[in-house]
């Protein structure tokens, strides 16, 4: 098993809530996750996909009152939603009695419904933990380039080959449409979607024109916010805003977008390999959003990503801001001979970043100059585990 940086973060958290959500786009491994922080605490485990675990529900009151000193680990969670409602009767009828941790550990992949089942229900009772596909400071430096191409969901990026690891994805995407998402979220039409998730990944890291795709779509804007709004709470698509500072110039306000997972970018665009993926036009913008995932998966739990662009070309790629407000500009460059912009200069003027980094397809560390190093996405991330 792959140790995640996550499994910290959800050791601890049970420690401090009575219940904690475990949240992916499905096929992270929040199971095997959940399994290994379990056996380091009494647990009991229910899976709502099995009949017979759902039965032990029916009087959910009864049952899980016998087990108030375990973890209760519920997985399929979404599958009973008036189950809410419950665990917060629950959660606060122990508080009562003192225990005020550690009571459910949620499982479950990223839906609307979800979201807001455990908002409006467990306000204050619960965190949120989101677990994404592997990324480089879990894998390794010396993977980089296949988790790349292949992406981060495990079963892809450990398949046998390249075809193998396609196969895995094309499937992935069919079956998300086509049965998750009906499941999940509000029905779409499972080809329109496809077309929409392939428009995202052919623009992947540009800024959004909702118009454009609205008349690729031959639907209206609001639509085009629908769909974008359901794949972005589902953690396959991110919105990255627009950093807004009052520096009387004229700024761009539409967000970047992002598939988040590169080897679902390349699989919505046939793209089965190395070879294939430097030979499309997408090459540079699936490298960019790579280098952002792996970023923030890496970052502290409170950083706020930005990026900040304006209309004069001033730009930077990634602006992470910290916890105590320092700013962390960061540059994405593919090549190994990275060229420091001149956008990139005057935008580190208007913000006076704390760090200020380059990241680069290389491996060596150096400084360029004006306080700005050149650094690999291994190292990088390494620093913001640390940070």
């Known amino acids: 098993m792959i140790p995640r940086q996550k499994s910290q973060l959800v050791r601890t958290r049970p420690d401090q809530f009575p219940a904690v959500a475990l949240l992916d786009p499905r096929q992270t491994g929040k199971t095997t996750l959940a399994g290994v922080i379990a056996e380091e605490r009494p647990n009991i ?58 009571r459910f550990l949620l499982l479950g992949p990223a839906s609307i419904d979800l979201l807001k089942q455990s908002g409006e229900s467990l306000a204050g009772r619960i965190a949120c933990v989101e677990l994404g596909p592997l990324t480089v400071h879990e894998v390794g430096g010396g993977a980089r380039d296949e988790l790349w191409i292949r992406g981060g969901y495990p079963d892809s990026f450990l398949a046998d080959g390249d075809d193998t690891s396609a196969v895995w994805r ?13 499941q999940l979220g509000p029905r ?56 807004h500072a009052k520096l009387g110039k004229r700024l761009v306000k539409s967000p970047k977008v992002y598939v988040r997972d590169s080897g679902i970018v390349h699989a919505l665009l046939g793209l089965d390999d190395r070879d294939a993926v430097l030979g499309h036009p997408v090459a540079g913008g699936s490298w960019e959003g790579f280098v952002v995932e792996n970023l923030l998966g890496a970052a502290p739990e409170r950083a706020r990503p930005w990026f900040h662009r304006t209309a004069a070309g001033a730009e930077i790629d990634l602006l992470l801001e910290m916890a105590g407000g320092d700013l962390w500009a960061v540059e994405i460059k593919r090549g190994r001979a990275p060229r420091l912009d001149k956008g ?9 970043p704390k760090r200020s980094f380059v990241v680069y397809s290389g491996v060596e560390r150096y400084p360029r100059g004006e306080d700005v190093e050149v650094i690999g996405l291994e190292e990088l991330s390494s620093l913001l585990a640390a940070a």
């Open 188 to 243: 779409v039409p499972a080809e329109t979607l496809r077309r929409f998730w392939t428009m995202l990944a052919h623009m992947q890291g540009g800024l959004l024109n909702a118009a454009q795709l609205a008349r690729s779509l031959a639907v209206d804007g609001k639509t085009v916010a629908r769909y974008l709004d359901l794949l972005v709470d589902l953690l396959l698509v991110r919105r990255l805003p627009p950093f």
């Open 45 to 102: 485990y229910l899976d709502l996909e099995d009949p017979a675990d759902r039965e032990k529900l029916s009087d959910a009151v009864h049952y899980l009152s016998r087990h108030s000193g375990d973890l209760v680990i519920i997985d399929e969670v979404q599958r009973a939603p008036e189950l809410f409602q419950t665990l917060r009767g629950l959660i606060d009828e122990g508080r009562r009695r003192g225990i005020r941790a550690g």
């Open 170 to 182: 094309e499937n992935f995407v069919r079956t998300y449409l086509e049965r998750d998402i009906p």
């Open 344 to 352: 990139f200069r005057h935008a580190r003027q208007d913000h006076e």
